[in-house]
């Protein structure tokens, strides 16, 4: 019916009958001595309040009696008053014994007061003899005579009271000893009855226990038998571990000053690099003024080659003039002297013509030499305009080379800037990823430091988890024996 | 000679390194060179054709004559030749001038061939010598006739 249950809800299935049926046991148990001690309690009540009460009223009896006895010898007031006051309490006594007293007691209890009604009217009858004779033997007669044989019905009216109370109560005793041997006997099956089923329920743990607890203790101990060794790993493993970490330590601790070091040398450069930017940007500005200078030189020396060029086109034109003078001074030259040539045949006149013919070519002479200087002076100007234009072309190239160097040596001046303005933000990183990594190392020191008390408590820790898995083994292997699964 | 020693209008020119005179009776005139065409067969110092005033005349390299070398031409001389105009040419005409100079002197070895019918006389200009020399006549007759023959050619042409 439980197969396929747990072994939880089997016990508990199990532990709940045997709740159940104990619960069962223990209420029906509470109900028998309920009804047992009911039961007793009226027997003690019957026993405390009415035999009590009887053989109280038999003492209270025999005290008046005493005190009548005394009175009649003495004849005291206080005698007479004690009496009085027996009698009183006697019927007292009697009325408290007649509330809740069965039939037959109340019958008794009737004949008991009978019997004492007459009784103490003798009594009272020989007290007023003793009294008014004053003579105890008058009055002791009168009592023989009189009082002594109502005496004796009171005795035997409460010697029977007693006789039927004692045989009440016994009555009672017996009845309530049957009442409580029901009740112990319905206890008794009861308890038979949970005793079979803990034994049932019992066997059935105790089997599933074997089964069933018996091998998860078997897995238990194997498992522990691998959490030792795991431990014992671990132990050796924790210890390599805290070593590790005792170095790792010592070597963050000098990457720590490393890094501080770092740091330091970092703030270094990068005030140094913010020095050097502001010194590029100086030279910054140094280089636009000597731009516009390099730009003002290129200019003057255009308007130099312009110059020299325009120079040269007047130079040329003079060429031009100087040669058609030439040309004309030659010209004369040759008229003048086929002037002369002519008028050499030709007489006086012709010799005075040759005379100025040969003036004019002297002219035409100087003319042509003069225009030969002048030719020279141009072709001097011309080749001093040519090789200054080409000197200036040259300068100008060269300034135009220089200026495309200086643009050069500007772009690099200006990488150089943006370069050290790069280098300055990078040190500024690096300046401000040292710190960061200085304080980053100080919390993985911290860390690890952490993580070394951690491995030594993992350590210590693993020795106990060992020490506990072995003792776990232990228990295992008792647990099996106590349930009875190991095979020995 | 005394009319030599008296002194000779002559026309002074340079022909390469030598300072020459023409008798001024022999020039015609002086010009700039002329185009001159060269003719075959003919003598070194013989230029080649010009035309001079629509005549082909003959053109004779002076200094090359002189020197036997080469030298630069400025100017033509045209003289009178017999038969028809000769042209010289020459360096620089230096102008008219009034030559005195003397034949030649010394062993008679000394100056034969053309140089005896080239140089009249031997003056001086400064401290350079001046050849005085006589009229075109050691033009060969075959030249003439070249130039005859061409002008026949351009006639007929």
Not at chain 1, 356 to 378: F, P
Request: with cysteine.
């Amino acid at each position: 019916m439980m197969a396929g249950h747990t072994y939880g809800r089997k016990l508990g299935f199990g532990v709940g009958i045997t709740g159940v049926l104990t619960l069962l046991s223990v209420v029906v148990a509470a109900l028998c001595l309920l009804f047992v001690v009911h039961a007793k309690d009226r027997v003690v009540t019957a026993a405390t309040r009415e035999l009590s009460g009887a053989e109280n009223l038999n003492r209270l009896m025999e005290k008046r009696l005493a005190d009548y006895r005394a009175y009649l010898l003495y004849g005291t007031q206080e005698y007479a008053g004690a009496t009085a006051q027996d009698r009183t309490e006697f019927r007292a006594q009697l009325r408290d014994l007649q509330n809740g007293a069965g039939a037959t007691v109340q019958n008794l209890l009737r004949r008991v007061a009978d019997a004492e009604d007459k009784h103490a009217a003798w009594v009272d009858t020989a007290m007023a003899e003793r009294a008014r004779t004053n003579d105890p033997l008058a009055a002791a007669k009168l009592n023989n005579t009189q009082a002594v044989p109502l005496r004796r019905d009171v005795q035997a009216a409460l010697s029977a009271l007693i006789d039927q109370v004692r045989a009440d109560v016994a009555a009672d005793q017996r009845r309530s000893t049957r009442q409580a041997n029901i009740a112990i006997t319905v206890i008794v099956v009861l308890g038979v009855l949970t005793t079979g089923s803990a034994i049932l329920v019992a066997w059935r743990l105790s089997r599933d226990l074997r089964r069933e607890v018996g091998a998860a203790v078997g897995h238990i101990q194997s498992s522990s038998a691998q959490l030792e060794a795991a431990a014992a790993q671990q132990v050796d493993g924790g210890r390599d571990q805290a070593s590790a970490m005792n170095e790792i330590t010592t070597t963050i601790n000098e990457l720590l000053i490393t890094s501080r070091q770092i740091a330091d040398s970092a703030q270094r450069v990068s005030k140094i690099a913010e020095e050097t930017e502001s010194a590029a940007r100086n030279g910054d500005q140094t280089i636009d003024q000597t731009r516009a200078s390099i730009s003002a030189i290129r200019t003057q020396v255009d308007q130099i080659v312009g110059h020299m060029l325009a120079l040269g086109e007047k130079s040329q034109q003079i060429g031009v003039v100087v040669d058609l003078v030439s040309e004309l001074a030659e010209q004369t030259n040759i008229l003048a002297i086929n002037a002369t040539i002519e008028a050499s045949g030709a007489g006086e006149w012709g010799r005075r013509f040759a005379v100025v013919a040969e003036e004019i070519r002297k002219l035409a002479d100087r003319t042509a030499a003069s225009a030969k200087e002048i030719r020279a002076l141009i072709e001097d100007v011309r080749g001093a305009v040519n090789t200054t234009v080409m000197a200036t072309e040259i300068g100008a190239k060269a300034v135009d080379a220089g200026a495309r160097q200086f643009d050069d040596a500007t772009n690099s001046f200006r990488e150089i800037v943006e370069l050290v303005a790069t280098t300055n933000d990078a040190t500024r990183e690096i300046e401000l990823s040292t710190k960061q990594q200085t304080t980053a190392v100080e919390q993985v020191n911290v860390a690890v430091s952490d993580t070394a008390r951690v491995s030594r408590e993992t350590e210590s820790s693993a020795v106990q988890t060992k020490q506990t898995a072995a003792h776990l083994s232990t228990l295992s292997g008792e647990l099996l024996e106590l349930v009875g699964t190991r095979s020995h | 000679m005394e009319q030599q020693e008296a002194g000779v209008a002559a026309l002074v020119f340079r022909a390469g390194p030598l300072f020459c005179a023409l008798p001024l009776a022999e020039v015609v005139e002086t010009m700039r060179p002329l185009p001159t065409r060269p003719l075959a067969g003919t003598p070194p110092y013989v230029r080649g054709l010009t035309i001079l005033r629509g005549e082909p005349s003959p053109v004779v390299d002076v200094p090359r004559l002189l020197t036997g070398v080469t030298s630069e031409i400025d100017r033509y001389v045209a003289v009178r030749a017999g038969r028809g105009p000769v042209v010289c040419a020459t360096g620089p005409v230096l102008g008219v001038q009034t030559v005195r100079a003397a034949p030649p002197e010394g062993p008679g070895t000394m100056f034969t061939g053309a140089s005896t019918s080239l140089v009249a006389a031997v003056g001086r200009v400064g401290t350079e010598p001046l050849l005085l020399l006589h009229g075109i006549r050691t033009v060969p007759d075959e030249v003439w006739e070249t130039a005859a023959q061409e002008t026949a050619t351009g006639a007929a042409a």
